[in-house]
């Protein structure tokens, strides 16, 4: 399994879900992979568990230094950066129940999401197009892969800090793909809008796998869906491989949903026709 054999990659938000997924999944491929978070002991535990071609390092995706400092090392270690994936991100309901519906939304609240979820992104971009421009990326050029959300194609009424940083970044990567091609930087840029994906924020609020509620709490998130299940972090993992990887070369400014159906129509069974 060598599809990323010799490239360079940079996840954030790789401590554990789905970036630490897309990590190991690269580490599988034969990438050398910086694991970022800011969950320094599960950050590195995870880097241990994937072996030598993997390291941890602490980033603050909302701060522009640390960017600098973390991709400046990174390049002057290992060459160059070929792959980037923006993963970090919050729902904004982490630490309080704050409320994120458009009637009584605090900016400050909606602030902190951007920050993390909107401005991490815009920083992770503008540091890997300036890289990749001065280190150029190895084989069919560089990949930007930008975790975006379900929630950046439709309105989410409660949640809406978390909608409007994901649609956010649903744009961005557009911008970002035009404006490198424009450039002539061999640089790439999607985005992935993962749905329900079993992760530990949705196994938080399942409670335990054993419990007597499980079943039904699990059947009342995935009775829209149209395969009726979570998707999983492999999952998000395997697509994100092909966009990172050479096969992707005339991929650019695309955006790709694994929401088990939801968005292909009406997420009820279709009906006979008459």
Avoid at 29 to 38: F, P, W
Avoid at 53 to 78: I, K, M, P, S
Avoid at 174 to 189: D, Q, T
Wanted: proline share 4%.
């Amino acid at each position: 399994m060598t599809r990323l054999s010799g490239k360079t990659a940079l996840v954030t938000g790789a401590a554990r879900g789905i970036g630490r997924a897309i990590s190991a999944a690269f580490v599988r491929e034969g990438a050398r992979v910086l694991l970022t978070d800011i969950r320094d002991d599960e950050g590195a535990a995870a880097a241990s568990a994937l072996g030598p071609l993997a390291q941890y390092v602490t980033l603050d995706v909302r701060n522009e230094a640390a960017w600098e400092r973390v991709t400046g090392a990174f390049v002057a270690a290992h060459g160059a950066l070929d792959i980037l994936v923006n993963n970090a991100g919050i729902t904004g309901f982490e630490s309080s129940m704050a409320s994120h519906d458009p009637e009584h939304i605090a900016l400050d609240d909606m602030r902190a999401v951007l920050e993390t979820n909107l401005y991490g992104v815009v920083l992770g971009c503008r540091t890997a197009l300036k890289t990749m421009r001065a280190h150029r990326p190895r084989g069919a050029g560089g990949s930007i892969i930008n975790i975006s959300s379900r929630s950046g194609v439709v309105g989410i009424p409660r949640a809406s800090s978390y909608a409007v940083s994901k649609a956010a970044v649903r744009n961005h990567t557009k911008s970002v793909a035009l404006y490198a091609a424009e450039e002539g930087i061999a640089v790439r840029c999607n985005s992935v809008h993962p749905a329900a994906i079993l992760t530990p924020m949705w196994e938080a609020m399942l409670g335990p796998k054993d419990g007597p509620e499980y079943a039904a709490r699990v059947a009342a998130i995935v009775g829209d869906v149209p395969l009726k299940r979570f998707g999983t972090v492999d999952e998000v993992a395997a697509l994100s491989v092909h966009l990172a990887s050479d096969e992707s070369a005339y991929t650019t400014g695309a955006e790709f949903t694994l929401d088990g159906g939801l968005l292909a129509g009406t997420a009820a069974s279709p009906k006979r026709a008459s």
